[in-house]
């Protein structure tokens, strides 16, 4: 009985092996081209009253009514399906009003890893219901916040509650990924916030990371980041203990930052990116074709000795 033969990779047809070769650098080719195009699944307008008031986190619907995060398509959102939970026709008497009295942001840290430090202060006398505050930051673009870092927050008493939705896939770099929001709920009692002359503070402060950012001419991509949206959601008298609704905390006049928060992160040279494409790609060609001709002259060198023997 004879010894099965041992195949080599050179036993296989030379065609095959260069096909096989080519395709896997027309793939890697098509990833640097890749341009993150997302479509959004479905209209607003026809979904606003079908979506019921979210019991716990507000963004969660849009997320199921679009792909990707639009500041004009949240604020439609905002306008058109969580006005339908709205405290206004009960505000009279049987919810608490916050006002925004004062806002301040800025960035703490270095590099691709800092900070989001945000003092909030609201106007408002003591509850006579119980509520929450919750603060939405819609990051910018090339931004993004691990779930699970967040979750150690909230074990530490930092929030009461805090949830990432959007786009969570934390590898993909700025130009395949979406954007992402941050929802975070604290409730509002003397033992969330610290006393102020002018209302009640917040201090906030959400750990961020930075994906990998598309080619600029500069060398830097410049993040902007925009005034979060604030929410207050409230019980109501008479009703089963499960039942709020929502308000939105509005500007008492309230005082702003001096300045805009703003991220300048390094990105590769767009001017550089022809030369490095073609070196790439050269490199791997070559790469590839010493990978087939070793295999080539080793199977040729096997299949001589074995003739001689």
Not at 32 to 61: M, Q, R
Not at 96 to 111: F, I, Q
Request: glycine share 6%; charged share 20%; net charge negative.
């Amino acid at each position: 009985m004879g010894v099965p033969r041992q195949h080599t990779f050179g036993d296989y047809p030379k065609p095959a092996i260069l096909w096989t070769v080519l395709f896997v650098i027309l793939s890697f080719l098509s990833d640097l081209s890749y341009s993150g195009e997302v479509v959004d699944k479905h209209d607003l307008d026809f979904h606003a009253g079908n979506v019921p008031c979210p019991k716990k986190w507000i963004t969660e619907p849009y997320f199921e009514i679009f792909d990707s995060l639009l500041d004009s398509h949240f604020q439609d959102f905002k306008e058109r399906t969580l006005s339908r939970c709205s405290c206004k026709p009960l505000r009279d008497t049987q919810t608490t009003e916050l006002k925004l009295s004062g806002l301040e942001r800025r960035l703490v840290g270095e590099g691709s890893h800092r900070q989001l430090s945000s003092s909030v202060r609201i106007s408002v006398n003591p509850p006579t219901h119980p509520c929450e505050v919750i603060i939405i930051e819609r990051l910018p673009s090339g931004i993004f916040a691990d779930p699970f870092e967040l979750q150690h927050l909230v074990q530490r008493g930092a929030f009461n509650d805090v949830a990432v939705l959007g786009d969570t896939d934390l590898e993909l770099p700025t130009v395949r990924s979406n954007r992402t929001v941050v929802e975070i709920h604290m409730d509002v009692g003397p033992n969330s916030f610290s006393r102020h002359k002018d209302g009640q503070k917040i201090n906030l402060h959400i750990p961020l990371h930075v994906r990998y950012p598309p080619l600029h001419e500069s060398g830097y991509t410049k993040v902007v980041f925009g005034d979060p949206d604030i929410f207050a959601r409230c019980s109501i008298d008479g009703r089963p203990i499960d039942e709020t609704c929502l308000s939105t905390v509005t500007r008492d006049n309230a005082e702003s930052s001096l300045s805009s928060v703003a991220w300048e992160v390094p990105s590769g040279i767009e001017m550089h990116a022809g030369v490095v494409s073609s070196v790439t790609f050269l490199s791997a060609t070559v790469s590839a074709m010493i990978i087939i001709l070793a295999s080539i002259f080793h199977s040729d060198a096997k299949s001589c000795k074995n003739l001689k023997a």
